[in-house]
């Protein structure tokens, strides 16, 4: 009689389990901490257990497909089942921190400083002053002092040039391209330099706004790619990224490319607005990148008056902020002259810091600047070890606690 082969052991099911990726996380099962353990009976049956990240995981199915057929590929199987489970918030935290890890350690070469913080500004859909804010939040943090790169990833929808007065073409040398520009008066006119600001836009290497029309979605997420190795931004405090409308590749590229990049969400006050920008965080957040907060733009129009109108609804940054467990960092009323200024290339902010619609936008500048991100120095020492540690840690260190990358620097 023929000696019954010998059954697998849990190892060999975990061993083999090695070769179920996840082609969302970028990682095999096992790594990733979603393989539980298997059970093995005597007459062959396997039940593997598997925990998703949330039960309705869309890639449920491909999982128990791919993990079923790996292990009746074992000698001795004679059927599998596969049992799942859903983390808790603890060990999804852990799994969300492993992959960024991950991610970083994969991450191509940027010439973005490792102590730049940034940001990247989105929004569900056009129109609803994502650009507006970008370049007027970008303003404010300048005005502070600092050091303020604007890159404008609406490389369809690009108006950042225009909204900044921003024109010419970009310069190169060393086979790099050299950002545009621009001094910005500090608000505290006597207290150290003055802020600056380094724009890169399509809108600098086409000749029309209209051609920029012709790129396709694949070149989108290659320009983004571009702009950030090939472009010497050099020093630079803060990175903010004016996003084109929607989810998709820029957004996919760019948690590829700057895993430590932060969300913030732009929405108009009504409930259809409010549901898209809940899509764009919903996609950040499955791009690994951490949602900052949300603003709310557009929220009342106030007239001299003293009256005030609700011309897009209300209530909808709230609920977004509430709804994915963010801040609401400001609610920017209407006003005209926010649009006019953009038209005419001198920001609210810089024109008329007094404004309303300004003094929202500075207020969100002071909380990331002092409680959400502040500015990190590269001369500190922890930077430099930082630095250190990270070129010399080896692959498999495992998941960081989310430390700050050096010391907040005051200004
Ligand atoms: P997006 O980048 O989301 O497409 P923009 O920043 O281009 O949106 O803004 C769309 C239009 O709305 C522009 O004309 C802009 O000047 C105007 N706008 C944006 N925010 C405000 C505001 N708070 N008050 C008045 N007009 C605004």
Not at 204 to 214: R, Y
Not at 243 to 253: K, S
Not at 312 to 317: C, Y
Not at 347 to 361: E, F, G, H, K, Y
Request: aromatic fraction near 4%; proline fraction near 7%; include cysteine.
């Amino acid at each position: 009689m023929a000696d019954s082969p010998t059954l697998p052991t849990e190892h060999d099911v975990e061993q083999i389990l090695r070769g179920v990726i996840d082609p969302e996380l970028h990682g095999d099962i096992v790594d990733l901490g979603m393989f539980r353990g298997a059970d093995i009976s005597d007459d062959g049956a396997v039940t593997v257990r598997i925990a998703l990240t949330i039960s309705s995981c869309p890639l449920r199915v491909e999982i128990r497909d791919e993990v079923e057929s790996k292990v009746r590929g074992l000698p001795g199987v004679t059927s599998v089942k596969v049992d799942y489970s859903e983390m808790d918030s603890a060990q999804r935290t852990e799994l969300m921190q492993k992959v960024r890890w991950k991610a970083r350690e994969s991450a191509p070469e940027t010439e973005v400083p490792l102590t730049t913080r940034i940001i990247a500004v989105a929004s569900g859909k056009g129109g609803v002053g994502k650009s507006s804010i970008t370049v007027n939040l970008a303003v404010a943090l300048a005005r502070r002092g600092f050091t303020v790169g604007v890159l404008d990833a609406d490389i369809w929808g690009f108006s950042v040039p225009r909204m900044l007065g921003v024109t010419g073409r970009l310069g190169g040398a060393d086979g790099k391209i050299h950002p545009n520009e621009l001094e910005i008066p500090r608000a505290d006119a006597d207290e150290g330099a003055a802020g600056r600001l380094k724009v890169i836009s399509t809108g600098f290497l086409v000749d029309e706004e209209d051609s920029a029309l012709m790129w396709r979605g694949l070149m989108l997420s290659k320009a983004l790619e571009q702009f950030l190795v090939d472009v010497r931004w050099g020093d630079m405090d803060y990175l903010l990224v004016d996003m084109p409308p929607g989810t998709g590749d820029v957004q996919m590229a760019l948690g590829r490319l700057l895993p430590r990049t932060e969300v913030v969400v732009v929405t108009t006050p009504n409930r259809a607005a409010q549901k898209v920008a809940a899509r764009v965080a919903n996609m950040a957040q499955r791009s690994y990148l951490k949602v900052l907060g949300v603003i709310e733009n557009m929220t009342a129009f106030e007239c001299d008056h003293g009256g005030r109108y609700l011309l897009f609804g209300e209530g909808g940054g709230r609920e977004l902020a509430e709804q994915i467990d963010v801040p609401l960092l400001a609610q920017v009323p209407l006003d005209p002259a926010l649009s006019s200024g953009s038209d005419a290339g001198t920001p609210l902010v810089m024109d008329d810091p007094a404004a309303p619609a300004s003094q929202a936008i500075q207020a969100v500048a002071d909380r990331i600047v002092d409680e959400l991100l502040p500015p990190l120095e590269m001369a500190g020492c922890t930077a430099r070890m930082f630095e250190a540690i990270e070129q010399a840690r080896p692959p498999t260190a495992g998941a960081p606690s989310e430390t700050p990358l050096a010391e907040p620097r005051s200004r």
